[in-house]
């Protein structure tokens, strides 16, 4: 802390105890801050604020950062912590890794991990990244008919999905960034008792997935602000008495072209469809059918390397849900299963190229992508949407209303 400054002994008070203020935080003075909020008394006043006085300081960072496309020139401005992603997770770097990038987005600098309190449950990857238990599980192999009491649990986790999901959606606007919907995510996921399944699964570093324009999924919520006329995807998955609950949704932030509308729109209904032939009995591989037909007869492609899982007190399980025509998926549906249906669908291509981070799928020809979720149950009769929109969710979808 500089020894001195020119702050006026007589006209601030200091920001820790009110006190007539001699001395000038010098990261505020750096910053160009109000001298209001950075005056101190003494170097002792000073040291005793400083766990919250520095959050001033990550304000105002955040608040520098550009929309533009590339997130290099930011870096520096956020200081200590922000760094981009690389190796899944495992590693930071403070400049923009070298890619041929496919379209116009780039990646930002993305926040520190989030703490999660000691008093959560946590699945076994929340201490090292690994998911050991889901991984030598038999229900890789084996579609779990769930108890009466397993999907009681889901669907009281999934309700909580949804309503973090719903936390998210009112929260997008342009110059918000997706490292503040994560935010917003973790909060809303720890308030409510559970914890933000994607939070170090497989060293995943964020509680959720923001997945803007060409990104096709598993985009990791960084320091980039969202711009009018852009689209995201939120990805969210709740663990919560031993099992979770996942859904996603694509939104329009500020006022978007047509074409994205319409890709939107047709992925919405490439989900419903989906769900409507759920009932037991029907061949999982249907799904892809339902799905590719309407995609390819508005003119989308579907995306190939991602699919819909089985879930429960696992994360990712038997079945596999592919999404696209003429796939070879083996296996009936039964009362008692649930699992998630997920369809990626693509304005251009349908193939995918993996950014230097090791997560973020993006569209190889750079064009847009859009996705829906729902977590399913499988009933004696039909289908039951655990993951469905509560009449409190916000009106974000004008076919909804229309």
Not at 144 to 163: L, N
């Amino acid at each position: 802390m500089a020894g001195g400054s020119d702050v006026a002994e007589s006209a601030l008070s200091c920001a820790n105890c009110g006190k007539p203020a001699h001395l000038q935080c010098p990261k505020c003075m750096e910053l160009k801050l109000p001298r209001e909020d950075s005056a101190f008394c003494t170097q002792d006043c000073f040291k005793s604020s400083w766990s919250s006085h520095k959050s001033v300081h990550l304000k105002a960072r955040l608040s520098s950062v550009g929309t533009g496309t590339t997130g290099e020139q930011n870096s520096d401005a956020l200081g200590e912590g922000w760094q981009y992603c690389v190796k899944k997770g495992q590693a930071r770097t403070p400049k923009l890794p070298y890619f041929d990038w496919t379209g116009a987005l780039r990646p930002y600098p993305i926040s520190n991990k989030r703490i999660v309190p000691a008093h959560i449950d946590k699945p076994d990857w929340a201490k090292n990244g690994i998911p050991k238990i889901e991984l030598n599980s038999d229900l890789q192999h084996i579609v779990e008919i769930k108890t009466p009491e397993q999907i009681e649990r889901m669907r009281e986790t999934s309700r909580i999905a949804r309503e973090v999901l719903d936390a998210a959606a009112r929260a997008i606007q342009p110059g918000v960034t997706t490292d503040e919907i994560d935010r917003v995510v973790h909060e809303a996921t720890i308030a409510a008792g559970g914890y933000p399944s994607p939070l170090n699964y497989h060293f995943f570093p964020k509680s959720c997935c923001t997945s803007v324009n060409e990104v096709i999924c598993h985009g990791i919520p960084d320091a980039r602000k969202l711009e009018d006329g852009d689209i995201v995807n939120i990805d969210v998955t709740v663990y919560y008495k031993g099992v979770h609950g996942d859904l996603n949704e694509t939104y329009f932030v500020g006022n978007v072209d047509e074409e994205s509308r319409r890709l939107v729109q047709c992925t919405y209904e490439c989900l419903e469809k989906a769900i409507a032939i759920v009932k037991p009995g029907v061949r999982f591989r249907e799904i892809g059918e339902v799905i590719n037909r309407h995609a390819s007869m508005s003119g989308f492609s579907v995306v190939k390397s991602y699919c819909g899982h089985g879930i429960g007190e696992l994360f990712h399980c038997a079945p596999n849900i592919p999404h696209y025509g003429k796939n070879k998926a083996v296996g009936v549906m039964k009362a008692g299963q649930t699992f998630t249906i997920e369809p990626m669908i693509n304005a251009g291509v349908w193939r995918d190229r993996m950014w230097p981070d090791g997560w973020t799928a993006v569209t190889v020809d750079g064009k847009r992508s859009a996705q829906f979720e729902h977590t399913l149950l499988v009933t004696e009769t039909g289908v039951e949407v655990l993951t469905a929109r509560l009449p409190t969710s916000p009106n974000v979808f004008p076919w909804l209303s229309s």
